[in-house]
């Protein structure tokens, strides 16, 4: 069966601070793709970044990095020196072969205080 | 480019009535449409997928259903409306496998009194 578990439910961190976002995924696939969406407090979903499951390069996009490591099943999320515009809720999602769907963990919601 | 729209955006209906969400994609064809629920402070439910015209799959059984009656139009009902009902309901899109990532509508947030 295939899951997504995202344990820490809400974490607050002051401005400038840097926050990791802990996604573990669960599936007997060897193909599959995991996401990670961000939903401001207006409510719709932003996609953030798409990775395979055969690309284990790290990613960096600005203040933004995610970490996909395989051997643990984790596909973190670093947010480096975190901004009050960063405060939201962060989806991690996954997706196999074989189906449409696409399976969401219960998020974490992030709260940067200035 | 593609666009994606849900309407209303706000909705209070009382217990008991019918409900009618619609969600409209532009700039793509034959695109696989989503209806999830996020109930508060939750996270998102995956209530029904098409991914085609006349193609509904269910994965929560309950009062709603949903239809595709042209390819970038997903309608999403009710005939009585629960309390449980209440909760934002978000439409989402992707093409292709699975491979690609979703677009998420700005979503209805509906309230049942």
């Known amino acids: 069966a295939q899951k997504v578990t995202q344990a820490q439910t809400e974490i607050s961190v002051v401005e400038k601070e840097d926050v990791t976002l802990d996604c573990v995924y669960e599936?007997?696939?060897?193909?599959?793709?995991l996401f990670w969406y961000k939903q401001p407090p207006s409510g719709e979903l932003v996609f953030l970044i798409r990775r395979n499951s055969f690309d284990e390069q790290n990613e960096i996009s600005g203040r933004y990095s995610w970490n996909f490591q395989k051997s643990t099943s984790s596909f973190n999320f670093t947010i480096t020196a975190s901004q009050v515009v960063d405060s939201a809720v962060y989806f991690c999602a996954l997706s196999t072969s074989g189906t449409y769907k696409y399976i969401f963990g219960t998020g974490t919601r992030l709260k940067v205080l200035a | 480019s593609q666009t994606i729209h849900q309407w209303p955006a706000t909705l209070v209906q009382p217990v008991g009535s019918p409900l009618s969400l619609e969600c409209t994609v532009e700039g793509t064809s034959n695109p696989n449409l989503y209806w999830y629920r996020q109930a508060a402070g939750r996270g998102l439910q995956l209530l029904f997928y098409?991914?085609?015209?006349?193609?509904i799959s269910s994965e929560v059984p309950q009062n709603l259903s949903a239809s595709r009656p042209q390819d970038r139009q997903f309608i999403l009902s009710s005939k009585k409306l629960l309390l449980s009902d209440s909760g934002f309901y978000l439409c989402a899109w992707s093409v292709g496998g699975i491979y690609n990532e979703q677009f998420f509508g700005p979503g209805t947030r509906l309230t049942v009194l």
């Open positions: 098409s991914v085609g015209i006349g193609q």
């Open positions: 599936t007997r696939d060897t193909t599959y793709y």
